[in-house]
């Protein structure tokens, strides 16, 4: 994609063009990803940001707001409301924490945790939709990963 002449890199106009973007290609990924989850998570009764909370807490049970924010890298004025719309749906409780007053414990309801069996579900659809076997899909992972981990270190 690049060359460097006299030390200074040189960009083709080609690589220039939006759709040649790589934070265009992640951004619209990202995009299609949510369309595609909409109507599996609806047929759930969950958003997208709301299945992310209970893919946490099925895996991790009981987690302070701010873990489930860092986990999700999530602020907590996108996360509070969220949570409270799950609270409202019977799925979390949320409790102060005995030994730390300031921190709120997030936990599953009874509820909350019989929903864990349609992961196997959502995940076969979204799956499906990506039109990548197990192997591709965990490559492309990793390398976002990895992508992540670089953006952050800059």
Same mark, same amino acid.
């Given at each position: 994609m690049? @060359? ?10 080609e690589?220039?063009r939006l759709?040649?973007?790589?934070c265009f290609?992640v ?14 998570l @609806? ?6 940001p709301?299945?992310l909370?209970?893919?946490?807490l099925?895996?991790k049970?009981s987690?302070?707001?701010k873990?489930?924010?860092e986990?999700?890298?999530l ?6 409301p969220?949570l409270?719309?799950?609270?409202q749906a ?5 409790a102060?924490?005995?030994?730390d007053?300031r ?7 009874e509820?909350g ?6 992961? @196997?579900t ?15 899909i965990?490559?492309?992972? @990793?390398q976002l ?10």
């Open positions: 690049t @060359d460097n002449v006299n030390g200074q890199t040189i960009i083709p106009d690589e220039k759709e040649r973007q790589l290609a951004y619209s990924a990202a995009h299609a990803f949510n369309r595609a989850y909409k109507p599996i @609806d047929r759930v009764g969950l958003t997208y709301q299945y909370v209970m893919l946490v099925w895996e049970g987690l302070s707001v873990v489930i924010g986990k999700l890298d602020d907590s004025g996108t996360l509070s969220l409270k719309r799950l609270e019977g799925l979390i409780g949320r102060r924490d005995p030994r007053e921190q709120v414990i997030v936990s599953l309801t509820k945790s019989g929903m864990q069996c349609q992961v @196997d959502i995940m076969g659809a979204i799956g499906q939709a990506t039109g990548c076997d197990m192997a591709e965990a490559n492309l992972r @990793d990963r990895r992508l992540k981990v670089n953006l952050a270190a800059e």
